[in-house]
């Protein structure tokens, strides 16, 4: 924050909270060594996912405005900057059940706050390197369409990013950098025809600002980007509840069949036939099984999580209840 100077850095502006480039350059010896190496000490920093991809300005803002002062300024990333380092911080699962909550504001704010520590510390590392490097989380450009093309994952309905590792429980930040790196590819793995069938987070969404059709190219109003065929939200409606709310809002996070825990291997097995012909049946599944809904506050205070193991236990414990109750028809 840099509040004197009109600035809200990681929000409205890039950072700028950085020691000068070295005058030396570090050569790594290809594109994939610098690429492996940033990759690695990014993950060393506290990324928990990391690609890379060429600056597309098609992403970029026209301009940046504060909402201090009421007033628009030239969105200035200096140039040369072709490569773009994207880094996804994971939420916390346990704090995202809990939304809308106060508490759950907590996960969004840990994953900011883990961000900035993770994209400020990259690029000092590129510039002690030689490399100039600009650290930026909401300013400047689009994330997730950055995230896409670094193979952090697909698009989802809700306008989010969809990861393998933690789906769309995450915050995202970027460096730019002129350093050269191997670039990575999109992945797919069937979340747009999982999405095709599912309506999770537009029946969740308390404003109705998910799309219920196909993707088109149809937008809401200036805070949709024009020209692109997708899921489009409707932003300013979605953030008119935060605001109504006091709080921030993640109810298509949490309802989400994706929002897993996938380090364990069920559910990897899980996502797998979520992108098969199998698809419509691990939706039900998903349903079935109780995934999705909100946890009082009150109970993450005690203590509860919502695991595996409660939900397969609360699942057929339910199935007991009903048998004795008809029973006792
Ligand atoms: S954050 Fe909340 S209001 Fe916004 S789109 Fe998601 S569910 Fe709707
Ligand atoms: S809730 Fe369902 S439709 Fe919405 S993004 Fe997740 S998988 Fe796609």
């Not at 306008?159 to 730019?176: A, Q």
């Not at 993707?215 to 509840?241: A, D, H, L, R």
């Not at 996502?271 to 039900?284: N, V």
């Amino acid at each position: 924050m840099k509040e004197n100077e009109d600035r809200r850095e990681g929000f409205s502006d890039a950072f700028t909270l950085y020691r000068d480039v070295a005058k030396e350059k570090t050569h790594f010896g290809s594109p994939k060594a610098a690429a492996d190496e940033i990759k690695n000490i990014a993950k060393r920093f506290g990324a928990d996912i990391v690609g890379i991809t060429q600056y597309d300005e098609r992403w970029l803002y026209t301009q940046k405005f504060s909402d201090m002062s009421l007033t628009e300024r030239p969105n200035d990333i200096p140039d040369g900057l072709k490569y773009v380092i994207v880094t996804a911080q994971k939420m916390d699962y346990d704090l995202i059940s809990t939304v809308p909550s106060a508490l759950s504001g907590a996960a969004t704010g840990l994953g900011y706050s883990h961000d900035a520590t993770v994209v400020l510390s990259v690029a000092q590392y590129l510039r002690n390197l030689g490399y100039n490097a600009v650290a930026s989380m909401n300013d400047s450009s689009l994330n997730i369409p950055m995230a896409i093309q670094a193979g952090l994952g697909e698009y989802g309905r809700h306008g989010l990013l969809i990861t393998k590792e933690f789906g769309p429980r995450v915050r995202l930040g970027k460096i730019y950098t002129d350093l050269p790196m191997a670039l990575d590819k999109p992945l797919h793995f069937g979340v747009k025809e999982f999405c095709g069938i599912c309506r999770g987070c537009t029946k969740g969404c308390p404003v109705k600002a998910i799309s219920d059709g196909a993707p088109t190219t149809q937008t809401y109003n200036q805070s949709n980007i024009k020209g692109i065929k997708k899921w489009t939200v409707n932003g300013e409606k979605c953030f008119g509840y935060w605001a109504a709310q006091n709080s921030d809002c993640s109810v298509c996070i949490r309802v989400c069949p994706y929002n897993k825990d996938y380090s364990k291997w069920l559910y990897q097995l899980g996502r797998w036939l979520a992108g098969t012909r199998l698809r419509r049946f691990m939706l039900t599944l998903d349903i079935k099984l109780g995934y999705g809904k909100r946890k009082q506050p009150k109970l993450w205070w005690q203590g509860q999580r919502q695991n595996f193991n409660n939900f397969i236990r609360n699942f057929f414990s339910s199935g007991k209840q009903k048998k004795n109750n008809q029973k006792l028809r």
